[in-house]
């Protein structure tokens, strides 16, 4: 009917999602509504960034700064945990403070850097006691780009990196950029050419840097970024790409003794060897008969890079258990137990006196 007096809405709330404006009494949408709405708003609920004048700002996906612009960070909560670029706490950087307060956590960095370019996160904990897990309904993440037309690769501590080609899984060739906008090329050293960029074998992503996604061993070689904008091209750090094929599962593990017949007051060396893939770390443990007696003995670990046949990188690593001055006591089995992330191996050899 015109001239009807139009019917009353509920303010519609800041980043409500249109869903739920409907002709209906107000009420809070339920936690199933609220889960359908869009999943980055969710999950940029509770990180704010703190602007000038006491104001707060919402962060999205990704935020492009000045490098020596200083940024203060707010989580909301009273048991808030954040993850940051992992160079800062190599360092212990006294530019990065975090203090958690009765309702907000606060992160600032002073004078920041190219090299603090990366993703800062937070989420809330839930403990029982001494055990806490994250609350994955409240979480925020944004990733900082620190633009620096000096730096316009993320600074690395090495002048050069290695990178393992596993055929079962993506290839990452970290040469990320401090400028979103820049554009980024892969080149091969030798043969010198620029490696093509089809965006389904190899992508470009400016938060990771090239990726491979069904590595092979034609991959193999020494490559490296260059970036341009606008300015003078940069070159990235080299990237020496190794092509690993080692079957996955528990350790491969052998265990021999210098002798297995000894005379008092001998030495002999019990070494434990595991073959297995370069990037892989493998933990050892020993059992042996003196050590009921308390009796001493010398552990050494270390490992090293072994090419085998063209293009295949083999990861040697070895534990080396030493007893001097051997006595009665110390002879019966010794046992090696190594461990990787997917099982572990025991295996043992006898040492008796001779």
Known sequence: VIGQPAKSKRPKEHGENKIFNKKVKPKAPKMKERESADSSLKSQSILTQVMDKGRFQKLAATLSLSAGQSIELRCKGSNVTWSYPSYLDTFKDSRLSIKQLDRYSQLSLANSTAADTGE?????????????????????????????????????????????????????????????????????????????????DIIYDAKKGFVYQHPTSDHKGIVYCKAESQGAPQISIKYHLLYVEVPKGPPSATVVASSNRVKLSDSVHVICTVLG????????????????????????????????????????????????????KDAGNYICIAQNRQGETTVATKVELN
């Not at 937070?122 to 900082?144: P, Q, V």
């Not at 050069?160 to 050293?189: M, Q």
């Not at 008969?289 to 085998?308: D, S």
Request: net charge negative.
């Open 120 to 200: 800062y996160s937070c989420w809330l904990e839930l403990c029982n006691g001494n055990k806490c897990r994250k609350d994955e309904t409240k979480t925020g993440s944004t990733y900082i780009f620190f633009t620096d037309k000096e730096e316009l690769f993320v600074p690395t501590p090495s002048y050069f990196e290695i990178v393992y080609l596993n055929p079962d899984k993506p290839a990452v060739i970290p040469c990320r950029v401090t400028t979103p906008s820049a554009k980024v090329t892969l080149h091969r050293e030798f043969p010198a050419e620029e490696i093509e960029i089809d965006g389904t």
């Open 277 to 328: 893939e370069p990037d892989v770390d493998v933990n050892f443990r020993w059992q042996y008969p003196g050590e009921e007696f308390e009796r001493p003995v010398i552990i050494q670990n270390f490992w090293r890079l072994m090419k085998r046949g063209i293009g295949h990188t083999t990861r040697i690593s070895k534990s080396v258990l030493l007893v001097e001055d051997f006595e009665a």
